[in-house]
């Protein structure tokens, strides 16, 4: 796996290889940066369900000043604290922490959250409940989902800005 975009571009990074995490491929992340692209210009970032790390790294590599990277499983985290240490990051943050324990804890107020729970999650409307509160106006949520899964086209007042879908993947963007 790659980034594909900004000061790391063709860098490689570890992929986790479980059964629980599900990597976003390159051609899809790229697809996601270059639509959410010009709604962001350095700011801190939040990926709730970070596998290896790919997403957040991607948004640091293209400005974003830093990173949160949260995930429930070990080993993903510890991929992602090898993957920020090869490419020499250093505004990165690491928590293990369930999403609900993660949101109800942080103090922190994100420019973009990136959501790509597990396909079993899917109670959309309940995690975009839970983040909305972190995320500060103007702010962009990306959220990763099974191409089935039902979601809100409005919430609170979150826009829904952009809706595509990939294989057997959809991913909305809102902003605030």
Do not use: W
Request: proline letters at 2%; glycine letters at 6%; aromatic letters at 10%.
């Amino acid at each position: 796996m790659r980034i594909v975009g900004g000061k790391l571009r063709h860098r490689i990074i570890k992929m986790t290889n479980l059964e629980t995490t599900r990597e976003t491929q390159d051609k899809v992340r790229q697809a996601i940066y270059n639509m959410i692209g010009p709604y962001f210009d350095g700011g801190v970032c939040l990926d709730l369900f970070a596998g290896s790390g790919a997403m957040g790294i991607e948004a640091y590599s293209r400005g974003m000043s830093a990173i949160h990277l949260n995930d429930l499983n070990n080993q993903a985290l510890s991929i992602c604290k090898e993957n920020c240490s090869s490419l020499k990051i250093e505004d990165a943050i690491f928590t293990n922490l369930d999403y609900v324990d993660y949101v109800n804890q942080c103090k922190v107020k994100f420019d973009l959250i990136i959501l790509d729970p597990p396909y079993m999650m899917d109670d959309i409307k309940d995690i975009l409940n839970k983040v909305y509160y972190l995320l500060k106006d103007n702010g962009l949520i990306v959220f990763e989902m099974g191409i089935n899964s039902i979601y809100p086209q409005e919430f609170n007042d979150l826009a829904l800005i952009k809706d595509k879908t990939y294989g057997i993947k959809r991913v909305v963007v809102y902003r605030k």
